[in-house]
């Protein structure tokens, strides 16, 4: 890749889903611009060791899930709201269906932070998406958010989101929501695998 990069055809190396080891291999032969991410209100895992490795080496931090499979807009206040199939993550009881990660869930912290979550939005007159992502540009070391959009109003509105600046009280008010799940969920950043399978190094 650095060979490429030399030879003008590519312009900047980056990596995805690097934990603190797997960045560590990669400093020793090249300093990449970004490592791809999940991260969000509800999943803050990176927090423990890789965004402050991020943060200390400038590496930009690019954040997929910002919605955690739509979580955070509200649509779904009861761990049984969410559609079948799609309550998999570690939020959710092992024993729902197609989960694999073995873990006893944290769904009572997770819906707790959505309901703070829409408490707090209701307040300043906008969406949970809009905060939630406004929460996450926000953050140390976060380069861009990866938002996946279904029509153009949505991506639109999640665009419009860059400027919402949300104040220190608030920030702190979303981190307090988010503390529970942080906790609960570890220093694992895997969303669907337990510790001892998980992808992250």
């Given at each position: 890749m650095q060979s490429l990069r030399d030879a003008g055809k590519i312009r900047y190396l980056a990596v995805s889903n690097f934990g603190p080891r797997d960045m560590e291999d990669q400093l020793?032969?090249?300093?990449?611009v970004s490592n791809q991410l999940p991260f969000n209100l509800v999943m803050r895992a990176i927090e423990y060791e890789i965004l402050p490795q991020c943060t200390e080496h400038e590496i930009g931090v690019l954040c997929y899930s910002p919605l955690q499979h739509?979580?955070?807009?509200?649509?779904?206040?009861?761990?049984?709201?969410?559609?079948?199939?799609?309550?998999?993550?570690?939020?959710?009881?092992?024993?729902?269906?197609?989960?694999?990660?073995?873990?006893?869930g944290c769904e009572q912290q997770t819906f707790a932070a959505i309901d703070r979550l829409c408490e707090i939005s209701a307040g300043l007159g906008r969406t949970p998406s809009d905060v939630a992502i406004a929460w996450l540009l926000a953050q140390p070391g976060v380069s861009s958010v990866?938002?996946?959009?279904?029509?153009?109003?949505?991506?639109?509105a999640n665009?419009?989101?860059?400027?919402l600046q949300l104040d220190e009280a608030t920030l702190a008010a979303l981190n307090e929501a988010g503390e529970p799940v942080k906790q609960a969920l570890g220093r694992n950043p895997d969303m669907w695998e337990g510790e001892q399978k998980s992808r992250y190094r």
């Open positions: 020793r032969i090249g300093l990449p739509g979580l955070l807009t509200g649509k779904f206040r009861t761990p049984d709201d969410m559609p079948e199939g799609r309550a998999r993550s570690r939020h959710f009881s092992c024993t729902r269906p197609l989960t694999r990660h073995g873990e006893p990866l938002v996946g959009v279904r029509s153009p109003g949505q991506a639109r665009a419009a989101t860059a400027d």
